[in-house]
Nanobody
């Protein structure tokens, strides 16, 4: 089965760090764009960061630039989101997403909760 499984969320103080992981099974990263989205309570889901390994293209939301880093370990079929200098407004459920280039195929993980609070 095709699956995306997120982990690494939790409670952290403002200014702290977390690293989220997304393990993909049933497919490989070739010809896919891997992304992290987040959805805060009562708000729309928004794109945080994306990475297309085939072309080496990385993109970040303005709110994430300079603080977050998306990366991958292809041998483990895993994508990461390193989050530093976290702020209360980063509190949200973070979702892993895989989208195939040139086609409509798309997969979502179940999400992992990140809470930034003192």
């Amino acid at each position: 089965q095709v699956q995306l499984l997120e982990s690494g969320g939790g409670l952290v103080q403002p200014g702290g760090s977390l690293r989220l992981s997304c393990v993909a099974s049933g497919f490989t990263f070739n010809l896919y764009t891997m992304s992290w989205y987040r959805q805060a309570l009562g708000k729309e889901r928004e794109l945080v960061a994306s990475f297309t390994p085939t072309f080496g293209i990385t993109n970040y939301a303005d709110s994430a630039k300079g603080r977050f880093t998306i990366s991958s370990d292809n041998a483990k079929n895993t994508v990461y989101l390193q989050m530093n200098f976290l702020k209360p407004e980063d509190t949200a459920v973070y979702y892993c997403n895989a989208r195939r280039l040139y086609r409509a195929d798309e997969y979502w993980g179940q999400g992992t909760q990140v809470t930034v609070s003192s």
